[in-house]
């Protein structure tokens, strides 16, 4: 097994692509928008995903955060919240917010889950500044750490009780950078000690199973090298100071904050410390190439992957109108 998650370029799996994946097997799969038509169409390519890689516990994964960011659509699915709008509860009902937070969830990964998603790329954890960039905005529970924590633990229990595994993001915390890092690097000049602020979130939920990088230079800890990319960040930072020792994923490696081709990008991270790349862009020929660079996945990666999809446990039988109707209902005191 190759330590890589691809993305796919349709709504079918091509033959280049089934056979570039049946020789390198990687670890997982990562979906769009151009690759979510209907259910029959997602549960078929996501079934012949599984049937290519022989491991019902396959991670299959997508971004499904509700608000702008959502790659299943109405008027197939429907539209789920952003973050913000529990944020917004919270100020006036915390524990209203946090139930809301736990429905909307555990609503969403029953979406996800009955189209055979395993993973969902949710919940930030990137503690909101004045100036933090719109890129982040309102994807974000706000700018109290307890808070982002509260309702990322809520987010992640949800998902959970819906069978669908949850991401912390973006590690060790993206709420300081003003520019995209989707477009440019970022710079976060904060100390030490202001940035206590940013990965309290993130200590706090450290037993998270799994866990997403920033593609951001934090000045006091390593000014040459971002996050993705420094093994000072991984090793001291989010595996010591935070304490996290679930599978750590790198933000999309093709994304214009990290230089480089995507496979010295690829390779530069795992040796960093990064237990899996994430390559979202789904072009054979950078694909084969990350393939052909990559090593086997370590063994502490591959039993970090292995606690992480066994860590949903007993799903909940709530239907989902229920989910969504107590949802709506505490979402309407803000």
Known sequence: M??????????????????????????????FGRNCV??????????????????????????????????????????????????????????????????????????????????DALPLLDVAQPDTTGAIGDRSFGAD??????????????????????IVKHMPGHGRATVDSHLELPRVTASADALEQDIAPFAT????????????????????????????????????????????????????????????KASAAIAAGCDVVLDCWARLDEMHAIAGRLDEIAPASRARLDRAMAAVGTVSAVPMAELVDTRDRLLALA
Request: aromatic fraction near 6%.
């Open 2 to 31: 190759k330590p890589v998650i691809f993305g796919l370029s349709g709504p079918t799996l091509t033959a280049d692509e089934a056979a570039l994946f049946r020789t390198a097997d990687p670890l997982g799969y990562i979906l």
């Open 145 to 166: 750490p307890m808070q982002v924590a509260a309702l990322g633990r809520a987010t992640l229990d949800g998902l959970a009780a819906a069978g669908v595994v949850g």
């Open 205 to 264: 939920l450290s037993a998270a199973p799994m866990g997403m990088t920033a593609h951001l230079v934090f000045d006091a800890w390593d000014a040459e090298r971002p996050a993705t990319l420094s093994p000072t960040v991984i090793r001291e930072i989010i595996r010591g100071r935070i304490g996290f020792n679930g599978l750590l994923m790198t933000d999309d490696i093709d994304m214009k904050a990290l230089s480089g081709t995507p496979a010295d």
């Open 38 to 119: 209907d259910r029959e169409q997602m549960r078929a390519l996501t079934d012949t995903l599984r049937d290519l890689s022989g491991r019902a516990d396959l991670p299959i994964l997508i971004d499904q955060e509700g608000g702008r960011v959502s790659r299943m659509k109405p008027p197939v699915w429907p539209d789920f919240p952003a973050p913000a709008a529990f944020a917004r509860l919270y100020d006036r009902a915390p524990s209203s917010a946090i139930a809301a937070a736990k429905a909307n969830a555990q609503a969403l990964g029953m979406m996800l889950a009955e189209v055979g998603v395993s993973v």
